[in-house]
T-cell receptor, first 114, second 114 residues
Framework: GNSVTQMEGPVTLSEEAFLTINCTYT??????LFWYVQYPGEGLQLLLK?????DKGSNKGFEATYRKETTSFHLEKGSVQVSDSAVYFC?????????????FGAGTQVVVTP | DAMVIQNPRYQVTQFGKPVTLSCSQT?????MYWYQQKSSQAPKLLFH???????NEADTPDNFQSRRPNTSFCFLDIRSPGLGDAAMYLC?????????????FGAGTRLSVL
């Protein structure tokens, strides 16, 4: 079946540091890939997505590139802010998943200190 | 303006006492989802509706039921809450559930069971 593996947290870094969160997936064909962010006490918000190989999703300074050859969708940001402190979920919808079912990774907590 | 609204934000119930959580949407989306998210875990899909068609996940306990009286509203009923049902419950919608569709989440209802 489909699955998503992402690096464990918490990831703690200083403001203006570079952030990378690794995400790899297992799925047949070409799934759609997503990064969702969850701020404390809130629901999930879409951060970015990519639907085919080599697509780059970007939003709010975050980027991720759909790499079919390495089955990866790593999230990066060049200079983080305290307001980026949140839990980040990598997710996919497989070609056989009905009705847009999302398969989530375990989530990575990011803590940014001033 | 919030597009997926969950009420209440916090709900306390007693062990075994039925409880209903509410979700409404202003997006006119066809698909509505209910997720359970326990502390420090990824959201887990319980079930979803495509229009009036109900789709249960295979491992969703019978204790959890859902109703969708119209396009805008969806309810999650927990018939006899146990201590293990304490969690954040997230409602989400998508336009038609096709691959690549974005899911829009509400802020969630945090359920406590005493």
């Amino acid at each position: 079946g489909n699955s998503v593996t992402q690096m464990e947290g918490p990831v703690t870094l200083s403001e203006e540091a570079f952030l990378t969160i690794n995400c790899t997936y297992t799925a047949t064909g070409y799934p759609s890939l997503f990064w969702y962010v969850q701020y404390p006490g809130e629901g999930l918000q879409l951060l970015l997505k990519a639907t085919k190989a080599d697509d780059k999703g970007s939003n709010k300074g975050f980027e991720a590139t759909y790499r079919k050859e390495t089955t990866s969708f790593h999230l990066e940001k060049g200079s983080v802010q305290v307001s980026d402190s949140a839990v980040y979920f990598c997710a996919l919808t497989g070609i056989t998943d009905s009705w847009g079912k999302l398969q989530f990774g375990a989530g990575t907590q990011v803590v940014v200190t001033p | 303006d919030a597009m997926v609204i969950q009420n209440p934000r916090y709900q306390v119930t007693q062990f075994g006492k039925p409880v209903t959580l509410s979700c409404s949407q202003t997006l006119n989306h066809n698909v509505m989802y209910w997720y359970q998210q326990k502390s420090s875990q990824a959201p887990k899909l319980l079930f979803h509706y495509y229009d009036k068609d109900f789709n249960n996940e295979a491992d969703t306990p019978d204790n959890f039921q859902s109703r969708r009286p119209n396009t805008s509203f969806c309810f999650l009923d927990i018939r006899s809450p146990g201590l293990g049902d304490a969690a954040m419950y997230l409602c989400a919608t998508s336009r038609d559930g096709s691959k690549g569709n974005i899911q829009y989440f509400g802020a969630g209802t945090r359920l406590s069971v005493l």
